[in-house]
């Protein structure tokens, strides 16, 4: 932005010090520059330099769709979207929130597997349902929830070899509910 502005008046200077005038051609470069920079830095007040009035226009537009974009991105909306004037803004608007929110389900989905097998191995007091829990991690705390309070309540530490991780196997014995 610096550049730009400093270009736009050592432009200036050297026309006004020569006694000329800005060439369509000069002027164009230096909208395009402007343009550039003001669409990566998302700074509408560098499109209100551009002499070029569709090209101003659509600084301004691509500037405000681009902030569409990233509070209905940020806000996962895809409505929000349908509202951005470009149509390359929209679609990609909409395919990278529909991402985010597949991820998300996907996420649930197999957190809501992991549960259910949990609350039925604890309803049913049977460690042996953890065991369709695939990641070794969540079946060792689902066998937590199974044996814990039953172990607890009846000083059995003998249910902590139960764990195939020596890590959850320690956390059990030192459970303070033993003592």
Partial sequence: MKKTLAALFLTGVFLTACGGSSSPAKISVLDDQIYKDAVSSTNIKLCDTIIGASLKDDCQQTIKDEMIKRDAITKSEISLCKTIK??????????????????????????????????????????????????????????????????????????????????????????????
């Avoid at 149509?87 to 529909?98: A, G, P, R, V």
């Avoid at 809501?112 to 349902?129: E, F, G, P, Y």
């Avoid at 079946?139 to 249910?159: L, T």
Wanted: proline content about 2%; overall charge positive.
């Fill in 86 to 179: 470009n149509k390359q803004l929209i679609d990609s608007c909409t395919i990278q929130i529909q991402a985010t929110i597949d991820q998300k389900n996907k996420f649930n989905n197999l957190l809501d597997s992991r549960q259910k097998l949990t609350l039925k191995a604890m309803n049913q007091h049977d460690v042996s349902i953890c065991n369709g829990i695939a990641d070794s991690n969540f079946q060792q705390e689902c066998m937590m929830n199974v044996i814990g309070d039953p172990a607890y309540a009846s000083k059995d530490k003998s249910v902590c070899d139960l764990f195939k991780d020596k890590d959850f196997k320690n956390i059990c014995l030192k459970n303070p509910k033993f003592n």
